[in-house]
C-alpha cells in the first residue's frame, strides 16, 4: 500500500488545500500514541499547536470512540469539531439514536458489572451510549466474547461487538458509526473532499463510507485495510500534520499564496515532513538518559 508521505502521498494531499476540505483524525493510536489505559493518554503538544493552526486554516474533525467528555478534557477549547463515541456523540442529527442507545445500556449495564465484577485483568469504560471491555490479554477478550451465546443476546436489546485494540467495544445497533459521522461533517463543512486518519478496526467503517469523498489513511504497516494510504507509524503524525499546514497556506483560500503546480514543488511538502522527522529524531537523542 501507498505511503502518504511517500512523493505519490504528497501529490494526493496537495487536492487538500483551501476551506471546502475536511481534515479529520481518529484520537488514540492515531493523534496521541497507545497507553494502557485511557486516561494515561496526552496529547502531545506538538500535535496539539499543529491541529490548532490547522482549524484556523479550515474545518477539523476528531472523531473517536472516547465519550465526547472526555475528548473535550483531552482538547479544552478545541476550535474544530469533536465527535465522540464512535461518530454517535457530538452532532445534532444523531440526537434520537443517542437517546435509544442510552435506554439500550441502561439494560446492558448491570449485566455486564456483574459479568466483569471479578474479571481478572479486564475492566468496563461505560461512556453512556456504548461499552468498551478492555485487556490486555487476547484470551480474555475472546472468554469475554465467547460468554455472549445467542440465548443471552435474545434477553437483551441489539448490540454489536467491535474489536478495538486490547478492547472490544459494545454498540447498541441503531448507533451511527464513525462514517456516518464524516458524511454530516462534510456536509456541515460544505466540503466536497477531505482526509480522515484512523488506526484500528473501528476505523474500517469510515474508510468505507468516506473512501470515494475522502483521502483515508491507516497508521500503522501490516493488516488488511479499506483506507487507501499507510502512515508508517503514529510517530509520524507529526510529520503529516507538518505537510497538510503547508498544504493549506499553499491553497489559494489562504491570502497571498498559491497551489503548489509542479512535481518539484510537491518536494518542498516532503522536505516539511522530513524536517520534522529529523528535529524529532534529536529531541529523542537528547532526552535520552546518559548510560
Not at 465467547?146 to 474489536?163: A, D, M
Not at 499553499?250 to 518539484?264: L, Q, V, Y
Request: net charge positive.
Amino acid at each position: 500500500m501507498r505511503d502518504i508521505l511517500s512523493h505519490q502521498g504528497c501529490h494526493a494531499l496537495q487536492s487538500l488545500g483551501g476551506h471546502g476540505v475536511l481534515l479529520a483524525f481518529d484520537f488514540d493510536g492515531t493523534l496521541a500514541p497507545l497507553k494502557p489505559h485511557p486516561d494515561l493518554v496526552r496529547v502531545p503538544s506538538s500535535v496539539d499547536r499543529a491541529l490548532r493552526t490547522l482549524a484556523s486554516l479550515g474545518p477539523v474533525a476528531i472523531v473517536s470512540g472516547r465519550s465526547l467528555s472526555d475528548l473535550r478534557r483531552c482538547f479544552p477549547r478545541f476550535p474544530g469539531s469533536l465527535v465522540g463515541n464512535h461518530g454517535a456523540e457530538g452532532l445534532l442529527a444523531h440526537r434520537a439514536a443517542l437517546r435509544s442507545a442510552r435506554r439500550a445500556c441502561s439494560v446492558w449495564r448491570p449485566h455486564l458489572r456483574r459479568l466483569l465484577h471479578n474479571a481478572d485483568g479486564a475492566w468496563l469504560e461505560d461512556k453512556v451510549f456504548s461499552f468498551t471491555v478492555h485487556s490486555r490479554s487476547p484470551s480474555a477478550l475472546h472468554i469475554f466474547e465467547r460468554y455472549f451465546t445467542r440465548e443471552v443476546l435474545r434477553s437483551l436489546p441489539p448490540i454489536r461487538f467491535l474489536p478495538g485494540k486490547a478492547s472490544i467495544n459494545l454498540l447498541p445497533l441503531q448507533m451511527p458509526h464513525k462514517g456516518d459521522a464524516l458524511m454530516l461533517l462534510l456536509k456541515r463543512a460544505r466540503a466536497q473532499s477531505g482526509l480522515f486518519v484512523g488506526d484500528d478496526e473501528t476505523d474500517e467503517e469510515a474508510f468505507a463510507a468516506a473512501r470515494r469523498r475522502m483521502i483515508t489513511v491507516r497508521v500503522g504497516r501490516g493488516g488488511r485495510t479499506r483506507a487507501t494510504f499507510l502512515l508508517g507509524s503514529q510517530r509520524e503524525i507529526g510529520r503529516l500534520l507538518a505537510v497538510l499546514i503547508r498544504v493549506r497556506r499553499s491553497s489559494p483560500a489562504f491570502a497571498g499564496s498559491r497551489r503548489c503546480k509542479s512535481t518539484e514543488e510537491c518536494v518542498d511538502f516532503s522536505a516539511a515532513a522530513s524536517a520534522g522527522s529529523a528535529s524529532d529524531r534529536r529531541r529523542r537523542l537528547s532526552e535520552k538518559p546518559p548510560a
